[in-house]
């Protein structure tokens, strides 16, 4: 018969269970509270050298958005989309970007499923 798990330690009973449940819940807590603080978040994103400026929240929300004059042609209404496309693109690639960063500060680097 075996004899357990005495090669792999934290796979037998023991207090390793509880002292990696704990962690568990720690490591919860602390992603729980930095997507929290993610949320809050204002990116700026920007297209056409600063022409169109977006501000996207944490939430992935649009919360500002400005438009230079010089852009506005009643001609080419496809470009001012292409624009305003690009800014937002920019400022969610940034937002996931800060994410990551911060979400691998809790993780040590491990990809959690959420």
Do not use: C, W
Not at 4 to 15: N, Q, S, T, Y
Not at 78 to 96: G, K, Q
Request: glycine content about 14%; aromatic content about 4%; overall charge negative.
């Amino acid at each position: 018969m075996a004899k357990g798990f005495r090669g792999m330690p934290g796979m037998g009973m023991g207090g390793n269970v509880g002292n990696l449940m704990a962690q568990a819940q720690k490591m919860q807590r602390e992603i729980e509270a930095a997507q929290a603080e993610l949320k809050l978040l204002k990116i700026d994103g920007t297209a056409g050298g600063g022409q169109v400026k977006l501000t996207l929240g944490g939430d992935h929300l649009i919360y500002g958005l400005e438009i230079s004059k010089d852009v506005i042609d009643p001609e080419d209404p496809e470009m001012l989309s292409d624009l305003i496309i690009a800014a937002y693109n920019s400022a969610s690639e940034e937002l996931e970007k800060v994410s990551a960063e911060k979400l691998d500060k809790i993780t040590g680097g491990v990809k959690l499923p959420f």
